[in-house]
């Protein structure tokens, strides 16, 4: 494939990823309007896996998310987030993510 088509796909593929993230906003939002806790548990995974293929597809591995990810729980615990203060919500996150 010559190179100008391949920069062309990568941004196409980059602009539907981003449509695809709001999408699954989208879903997410009227699956909690309705209540569906089966629809709010698929939309939350399909948009975890947008987010994560999409950062790949801008340089981001899917590890050094997963260590961001860590990074920032960390600092927000550290900085006495609110979440963190009334469920533990913070802690049991990043206690998750080292477990895997």
């Known amino acids: 494939m010559p190179k100008e088509l391949d920069v062309v796909k990568r941004a196409k593929v980059i602009e539907w990823l981003k449509t695809e ?8 939002f009227k ?4 209540g569906s806790t089966a629809r709010i548990g698929d939309c939350l ?4 896996m947008s987010s994560y293929i ?3 597809r801008l340089g981001v591995s899917y590890r050094e998310l997963d260590d ?3 990074d920032k729980l960390r ?10 203060d009334w469920y533990q919500d913070i802690s049991a996150l990043e206690e998750h993510m080292r477990k895997r």
């Open 68 to 70: 961001l990810l860590i």
């Open 54 to 56: 999409l950062g790949r």
């Open 31 to 34: 699956a909690m309007w309705e």
């Open 75 to 84: 600092k927000h615990k550290k900085e006495g987030h609110q979440l963190e």
């Open 21 to 28: 993230v709001l999408d699954q906003v989208s879903r997410l």
């Open 45 to 48: 995974a399909s948009l975890m």
